[in-house]
Structure formats: structure tokens, C-alpha cells
């Protein structure tokens, strides 16, 4: 039975909270802190009524001193962090001061430096290793389920494991001609960047959305699927042995394409300020302030996302392929906790992790991705939490 701290009160804070909500047996007390502090008390009205307890706080996650300060007038066990890349460093660095856990479900990137790496956060490996404590990195799907799906299909299927192809395919439709399904500034950044892939020890990089495949994914059917670059590549890449390749692909209508490439060549997607009339904005900034709001896309969106792996390598001396996937439906997350399936499938994994966590089952002192552990615990978990997961031992490849 614990405290913990969640950190945002966005479309992902959302799931997190629903979710720890219906495991009161480990999630006693919970407290949501973010920078708009209305967000975190609508959460709680909503959620509220239960076992656990919700208490909220305003909090600007940028500032260490200020989370030392609430982390020690709160004093929970972990902190998960679901607000935005650009506060890892700082809430990692006040759970070392403090001496409470950390789980995140996206790396670092500095805000004006559009580059996703793991650097900065290994980089606390030794101080968390030292302080006793554990960091949980990456704990979403993609990043997360992806690291853990690989984790399990190496301990279970495979001697060693050659070729890794990551398809993320979201089949549901909001009504909207443009709209991003998380935080449009992070989703854009992440989309607009060149595409890259690793292959026989080092990156190849491609133009964004260079090569793109058409795939027949289960229960949503053929989609175009572009090859991005995405983070759990870098980390699976170190952790996974005698890997070849490793590549990912996301599946974009041909009107969500359009539209950002019209939106590119106008330069609304830059993240160099501009002035206008001696206010400096940043194109991007502004663009997410116009878009559609991804919090509010629970009710419109219809359909299914299918997000999983498919890995080919030996086992004793015979090749074999693997695909394990998740199927989850927009409306039915909707249902359940008032979410799309984008911020579904990211916050029962951030759940799921923070369980294991406090439960001790994925507790070690240092900086880990979520390859690195157990992946038992957890697989069991996703079946039990709503992401249950398919497999198939002959599946239709990428290429
Ligand atoms: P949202 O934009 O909906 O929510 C982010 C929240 O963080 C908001 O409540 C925001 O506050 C808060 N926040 C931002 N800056 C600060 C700050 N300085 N101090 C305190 N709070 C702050 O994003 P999502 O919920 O969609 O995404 C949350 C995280 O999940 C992101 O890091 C995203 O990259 C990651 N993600 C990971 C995925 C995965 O599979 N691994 C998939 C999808 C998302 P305010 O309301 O004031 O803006």
C-alpha cells in the first residue's frame, strides 16, 4: 500500500489516475500535481469516490526546488511523471534530493533542441544506482509495451532475436480534418523529423516519412505505415543481443500527411520563435493552441489502434518469426475512463510499471528501460488491466 505522486494532469495523467483508482490495494493515496492546477482538480472529481484517496497540488514541474518542496510535504514512494519530456531531468534530479522512485513514459528532450536520446537520462544511472533507488524509463506503449513485448519474446522464443520491426497502427478516425492524438507539439516534433533505423551497428537515416509500407493489421485492416525514428530503437538496439535491425513504423492517413506536409512548407511546424508585432511565438506553440485539444477527442474517436513486434531470429538453430500485438478500442477506453486509446494504451502500461515497482517486483537500484526487467509480471498484467495481447507465429512481414 503506497503514496504516490503523479506529475500532469493531461489525456495521459487521465488513464493513470483512472487506473490506479481500481487498484486501491496498492495505490492507497494518490496526488496529482501539474502546472494548471484546475486540470488536476477535474481529475479528481472525476475519479474520486473510491478507495484511494486524490489530493491535488499546482505544481511547475520545470522548477527542482519547487518538487523537492511538495515531494517532502507529501512524502509518496514514487513519482510517475506523465507531463512533458522537457521535465524528466528536473523531477528526476528532486527524486534524488528527496529519495523517492521515478517511472516516466517518454526520454528527455530539451525544449529547443528537437533530438529524442536516452543520453541524458543513462547519464543518472550511477546516482539513482547509489541513492538505492529505481528510475523506470519510458513506460508507455511505445516506448514500453514495445520494450517489454521484446523482453518476453527473447526469454520465451528466441536464442537470439535478428530482426525487429514496431508497427503502430491507429485505425480510429475523430471527424476532424488534422488533429494529433497526444500533445500535438510532441507528436509533430516527433513526425516532422528526419526518419532513422539501425541496422548492423549504426543508424540509417531517412527523409521524414522517406519509405513507407502497406501492412494488413489485425481487426483494423491495410494501412500506409512510414518508417520514424523512435526512442525505444535506441534502447533495444543496446539491450537486445546479436540484434540486426531495428525499425519502427506508424501508420498515417493520406489527409493527415497532406496536411502537415501544407503545414511544413508554410513553416507553421518550426520551433524557431518568430516576432510578431514584438511578441516572439514559436510556430509550433501557436499551431498546437489552434489545433484541436487531444484530451477532448475521447467521444468523436472511432475505431481500433494495433500497436506490437515482429521479430525474426533462431531458436535452437531454426529460424523462427514472432508478432505480438495489442488491439484496443477508442470507444471502449472511452467507456471505461473517458480516454481515447492513444492515451489508453500509454497510461495502464505507466500503471502497470508503478505497480510492479512498489510491489518490489521491478524494483533495482539505477536508470533502466523496461527491457531490462522481468517481462512475466507485467505481460500478466496487461491481460489483467484492459491492453490484453495477441500472438501469432507466422505472420505476415513488413517487407
Ligand atoms: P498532455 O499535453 O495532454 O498533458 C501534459 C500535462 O503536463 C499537462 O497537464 C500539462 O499542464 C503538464 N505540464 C506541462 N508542463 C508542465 C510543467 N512545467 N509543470 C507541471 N506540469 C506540466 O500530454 P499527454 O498526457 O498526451 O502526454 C503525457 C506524456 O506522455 C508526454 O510526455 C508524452 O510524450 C508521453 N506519451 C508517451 C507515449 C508512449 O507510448 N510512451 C504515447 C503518448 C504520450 P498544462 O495543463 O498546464 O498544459
Redo the contacts with the bound molecule.
Sequence with gaps: MSRVLI????????VVVAKCCLNPEVFQEIMI????KS??DALKEKFDGGKTVITTSQ?????TDEIVKLINEYEPEMVI????????L?IMDACLETGVHYL???NYEPPNIPKFEYKWQWAYKEKFEKAGLTAVL????????TGVFSAYALKHYFDEIHYIDILDANGGDHGYPFAT???P???IREISANGRYWEKGDWVETDPLEIKRVYDFDQIGEKDAYLLYH?ELESLAVHMPGIKRIRFFMTFSEKYITHLNVLKNVGMTSIEPIEIEGVKIQPLQFLKAVLP???TLGPRTKGKTNIGCIYQGIKDGKPVSYYVYNVCDHQSCYKEVGSQA??Y???V??MIGAKLLLEGKWKKPGVYNVEEFDPDPFMEQLNKQGLPWNESFEPELVD
Excluded: H, M
Aim: glycine share 12%; aromatic share 6%.
Design positions: 506529475i500532469g494532469a493531461g489525456g495521459v495523467a487521465n500535481a501539474s502546472r494548471t486540470k488536476c505544481l511547475d514541474a520545470d522548477n511523471n506523465v507531463a512533458l519530456p522537457y521535465q524528466d528536473t516516466d513514459t517518454a519510458g513506460c508507455g506503449f511505445d516506448p514500453g509495451v492524438n497526444f500533445n507539439e510532441i507528436n526512442e485539444d487531444p484530451a492513444i492515451s494504451t500509454t497510461g502500461p505507466a
